[in-house]
């Protein structure tokens, strides 16, 4: 959930050296900056330092980070002929560099501290795909699910091939556990995401190596437990606007939970947030499976000693 990231000055540092998209390409920097991190704030996993968006680019869309903008996809998919253009991908080798960031970070780090993969959901990156970066009510992409069906459907279908891939990639470079990260699944209803997001999870999760767990996080999802928990995934991810204790209840046992600190909280004095951190400690009350987390990414800004009074807390009620 964003452990590096702009709120922390060494990571700045190195950003004014290298790009973001450079550093994600170079790995000894990129593998230095996730092993740093972790070092820095003792957290018990370290997630490597990448982005959701790197496969657009063997995808052959384009992509930019332009300051202050967000993420541009620099040709989007908007016709069936897109989608039928899109290459054969050799994902191991054309992103080999982040395998290679997991493999370096794992010599680093040691068996201690597990090293966490990840990739976008495919419903997030087929959204990225073809809204062409940051959208507010997705209608771009929606309108390919309600007008263009079948080629939706051929959408998903390359891009969930193409994430087992990817994830299986980095488990065999090293990492533990994988994230699957559905930013943007918030935006469907349930029926819609039963017809046209779950069954793309169900194919991704199915397909990564027996035995490795996948968290499956999405915002906004209050609406959809029932299904995502249809995923297979081994935990749920949740933001901070359901109650942990209700969603586990829902989700059920045999499901582990992740969550849920609202990441604005780190903005608050301590006292609250240590408040906030023994609150969701009590929703979870001590059963086996909850991975302590915020529920959303640390954002840009945000005090570094607040991160660092959450952690102490989590270590001192957990
Ligand atoms: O160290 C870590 O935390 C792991 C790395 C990580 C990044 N992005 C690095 C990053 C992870 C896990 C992500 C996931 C990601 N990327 C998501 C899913 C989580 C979420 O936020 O919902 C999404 C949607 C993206 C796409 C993306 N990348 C966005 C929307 C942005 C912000 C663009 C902006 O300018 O505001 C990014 C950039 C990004 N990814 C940064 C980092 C550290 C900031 C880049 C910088 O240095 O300027």
Redesign the pocket.
């Known amino acids: ?6 709120y922390l000055p060494a ?2 540092r190195v ?1 004014e050296r290298l790009s ?1 998209l450079d ?2 390409r170079n790995s000894e920097a990129a593998a230095e ?2 092993v740093g ?1 972790v070092r820095q704030l003792e957290v018990d996993a ?8 790197l496969p657009l680019i063997p995808m052959g869309l384009g992509l930019r ?7 541009l996809i620099e040709r989007p998919i908007r016709s069936v002929g897109d989608v039928d253009c899109l290459p054969a991908v050799d994902v191991g080798e054309s992103l080999s560099f982040v395998a290679k960031t997991i493999a370096l970070a794992r010599t680093d780090l040691g068996e201690a501290c597990p090293i966490v993969g ?1 990739a ?1 959901a495919p419903f ?1 990156i087929a959204a ?1 795909a073809i809204e062409g970066g ?1 959208s507010r009510n997705f209608v771009l992409a929606k309108c390919m699910m309600y007008r263009e069906p079948a080629a939706w459907h051929r959408l998903m279908t390359y891009v969930a091939k193409f994430t087992a891939e990817y994830l299986n990639m980095q488990i065999d470079a090293g990492a533990a556990a994988v ?1 699957l ?1 559905d ?2 699944v918030g935006c469907l209803s349930e029926s819609d995401y039963r017809r046209f997001a779950l069954p793309y999870v169900r194919q991704v999760v199915s397909a990564v190596r027996s035995g490795v767990p996948v968290i499956y ?1 999405g ?1 906004m999802t209050g609406g959809l437990l029932d299904a995502m928990r249809e995923t297979g995934a081994s935990v749920i991810g949740l933001d901070w606007r359901v109650d942990l204790g209700e969603a586990w209840e829902r989700l059920g046992s045999g499901v582990a939970v992740q969550g849920n600190l609202d990441p604005v909280k780190l903005f608050a004095d301590a006292a609250d947030i240590r408040t906030a951190a023994r609150e969701i400690l009590d929703r979870a009350a001590a059963r086996p499976g909850h991975i302590f987390n915020l529920g ?3 954002l ?1 800004g945000t005090p570094v000693d607040g991160v660092r009074t959450l952690i102490e807390a989590v270590r001192e009620f957990g």
Do not use: N
């Not at 980070?65 to 993420?71: C, H, I, N, Q, Y």
């Open positions: 959930m964003r452990q590096a990231g702009r990571y700045r950003r973001f550093l994600c900056v996730t991190t370290a997630i490597v330092f990448a982005d959701i968006l980070f332009e300051k202050g903008d967000g993420p990840f976008g997030t990225y940051t994230q990260f930013s943007w996080f915002t959303h990414g640390v840009p």
